[in-house]
């Protein structure tokens, strides 16, 4: 049973890569340029090649080899006399690839061309793809956090279930066809007749990206056992799923000198058969284990042996440099092991065995010359055409029509300057006016052509944002504050990409309330520019839906908050105030300063300051005295005022009431 298989460089991302089962006969790789390429072990030799339609917008991340089937060599034709005895053969030849847009296409490696096209599942980047042992089922997992179950007679899915909250990272369907094992961030398995959570496992604290069972036992009897390894995880767990339920630790780990990339192994039927594991890690090593599963193992189990290719120098000065491995596969004599090692356009397969007994094993290969010859002999009907250098001319892809100058020697630039046609300017030619303009000041029309060009830039990189969906030429191009560049640039869109934008300005609508305030600007230029060509479409309230929902919550929210900051503000206000008010009181309280009227001294003098009056009283006496002068004139004087108040106050009842009758005796004993 081989598992979904990633192959390793140390410099280079890793790309699907796995051997064929059971024969081990084909090598399914998958290169950069997304194209596919099946290699055949015995003739070292490429079988076949498929370049699919959208290879370089939706790469394939994953393979699946299908299971044993009965298949019939070539195109159908008339059998020879030689031939009538022979029947079809059971081999392993479809593979399903699991692409980025989505999509799963079956490929029939027989036929040498697609099978079938499994689209309309998944709205994001598939990461796993599993067959189902018996039937024509096939069961995959995307980012979008959702298993799909595919039927192939039909092409149509049959189920389709959400598994996790994170993205569905690896898929593994039990031998007997019953369960199915789903990882994201946590590990489940799954009742594939109910659809229902069997059990779930946690241990792991990054993605898992490997799941494969390891026994073929049913899971009553204790005896069902799976691996799992994880993104940069140095260990493989190995989980006992058990009657009673108690199965939340991993009961064995095997450890790796980096995380793993390609697993296979040999299913143990019963106890007394170990089961037997080669793990391909990111460093490019092999490690080979084996090991009794009987219960749970304290400790981590090292490998058996770790197997390390390197590449021998010709002379006696040349060091041997390390050659990554690729993918590894056990072979159904139990004592030779398949590997490909090398490049993934043209991997070297080979068939060895290697000694157990040994620790650390490394093998020594000439990986150039190895190359060189298969090369040779692979093209040799192939010739090299005789071009005349002067009358060739070079093509640059790009948009139609497009025909970039061909740059002349010098001997010839004089000859062409007489008959020079205007022709469009390079790209390097458009950057390095771009980066003149931004660096000098320029005169006027130098700037507004190159203002021009940088919208025109700008425009194109949008374009290209919003097709690729890359997020990083979003960011870049959304952080302008510039009003007139981000007019400019709306209003030089294509029409088919403003809805495009509308969606992505939405989206980021709903972030930060700091990164919307420039994405207002944005949606306020296409509003204002391409109202027309919106106004057009017949479901724009479908398209723009999101959009007014959710200015609609945000304007109903701002009318609360600014009804809360009313009324907070007219508490705080209510509470200075009142502070304020109690302070002066406490001021009040303590007076710095009393003002008298002069009224109150001539009519109660005695009473405000008794003792100063009665010093002041012999004082004038005694002045009085030495100067002759008559105090009782004064005297006198004081009483006619005060019968002339007392018959004024017989006049009125109110003044009687009120006691100034007291003070004529006082006036009358002084």
Avoid at 259 to 278: C, G, I
Avoid at 519 to 540: C, E, M, N, R
Wanted: proline share 5%; aromatic share 4%; hydrophobic share 35%.
């Amino acid at each position: 049973m081989a598992a979904d298989g990633r192959c390793a460089a140390p410099s280079a991302p890793t790309l699907p890569c796995s051997f064929s089962p059971r024969s081990r006969r084909y090598l399914a790789v998958c290169a950069q340029d997304g194209r596919l390429r099946v290699w055949d072990a015995d003739s070292r030799a490429l079988h076949r090649e498929y370049v699919p339609s959208a290879h370089l917008s939706a790469t394939c991340t994953c393979i699946a080899w299908g299971p044993f089937r009965a298949t019939k060599e070539g195109p159908q034709r008339k059998k020879r006399k030689s031939e009538a005895g022979q029947t079809s053969t059971q081999q392993s030849d479809l593979l399903a690839l699991g692409t980025a847009a989505g999509t799963v296409l079956i490929y029939s490696t027989v036929k040498g061309d697609l099978h079938c096209t499994l689209d309309g599942g998944h709205s994001g980047s598939v990461n796993s793809v599993q067959w189902h042992p018996e039937d024509s089922v096939l069961y995959s997992g995307s980012d979008d956090t959702h298993i799909v179950e595919w039927d192939l007679k039909t092409g149509k899915t049959r189920c389709k279930w959400k598994a996790d909250r994170a993205a569905v990272t690896s898929l593994c369907v039990s031998p007997d066809g019953k369960l199915l094992l789903s990882a994201g961030m946590t590990i489940k398995m799954w009742d594939l007749e109910t659809k229902e959570v069997y059990r779930r496992f946690t241990g792991h604290p990054t993605t898992v990206t490997t799941l494969c069972f390891a026994t073929t036992r049913p899971p009553d009897s204790d005896g069902l056992y799976f691996l799992s390894g994880a993104a940069h995880d140095r260990l493989l767990s190995v989980w006992q799923v058990r009657a009673d339920g108690k199965d939340k630790h991993s009961v064995v780990s095997f450890t790796l000198t980096d995380e793993p990339q390609h697993v296979d192994l040999q299913t143990s039927n019963s106890k007394d058969e170990p089961v037997r594991l080669a793990v391909v890690s990111k460093d490019g090593q092999l490690h080979l284990f084996e090991h009794f599963l009987n219960g749970p193992c304290k400790k981590p189990l090292s490998p058996v042996c770790s197997v390390q290719v390197s590449s021998g120098g010709s002379g006696e000065g040349d060091t041997p440099m390390p050659v990554s491995l690729l993918a590894a596969a056990l072979c159904s004599d139990r004592q030779s092991i398949m590997l490909a090692y090398g490049s993934h356009l043209q991997p070297v397969i080979e068939k060895t065995s290697i000694n157990m007994s040994e620790r650390h094993v490394c093998l020594i290969r000439d990986v150039q010359t190895t190359l060189s010859i298969s090369v040779d002999a692979a093209v040799t009907k192939v010739k090299t055409p005789i071009v005349n250098e002067q009358k060739s001319k070079v093509l640059i892809p790009g948009l139609p029509g497009h025909q970039p100058p061909i740059r002349a020697t010098p001997s010839q630039s004089e000859k062409r300057k007489k008959g020079a046609v205007p022709t469009e300017m390079t790209i390097e030619e458009r950057l390095e006016q771009i980066e003149l303009s931004t660096s000098s000041g320029g005169k006027g029309a130098n700037k507004g052509a190159a203002a021009s060009l940088q919208t025109d830039s700008f425009a194109v990189l949008l374009v290209q944002g919003l097709e690729s969906k890359d997020e990083k030429i979003l960011n870049k191009i959304f952080q302008t504050k510039k009003e007139a560049l981000i007019k400019n640039t709306v209003a030089r869109l294509p029409p088919p990409a403003v809805l495009p934008l509308v969606e992505e300005l939405s989206r980021r609508l709903q972030g930060h309330p700091f990164a919307a305030i420039l994405i207002v600007q944005w949606l306020k230029a296409v509003l204002t520019q391409h109202t027309s060509y919106l106004s057009s479409i017949p479901d724009l309230v479908s398209q723009l839906g999101a959009l007014y929902h959710m200015i609609e919550s945000r304007v109903k929210l701002y009318q609360q908050l600014t009804r809360l900051h009313g009324k907070l503000y007219l508490l705080m206000t209510q509470v200075a105030t009142s502070n304020s008010s109690h302070k002066v009181a406490d001021l009040d309280l303590k007076a710095k300063l009393v003002y008298e009227e002069e009224s109150s001294d001539e009519d109660s003098g005695d009473e405000g300051r008794p003792e100063d009056d009665s010093d002041s009283w012999e004082e004038d006496e005694e002045l009085d005295k030495e100067e002759g002068m008559d105090v009782t004139e004064d005297k006198e004087n004081h009483a006619d005022e005060d019968d002339d108040d007392e018959s004024d106050e017989d006049a009125k009842d109110e003044s009687k009431a009120n006691g100034d009758s007291d003070l004529d005796p006082e006036s009358e004993e002084e």
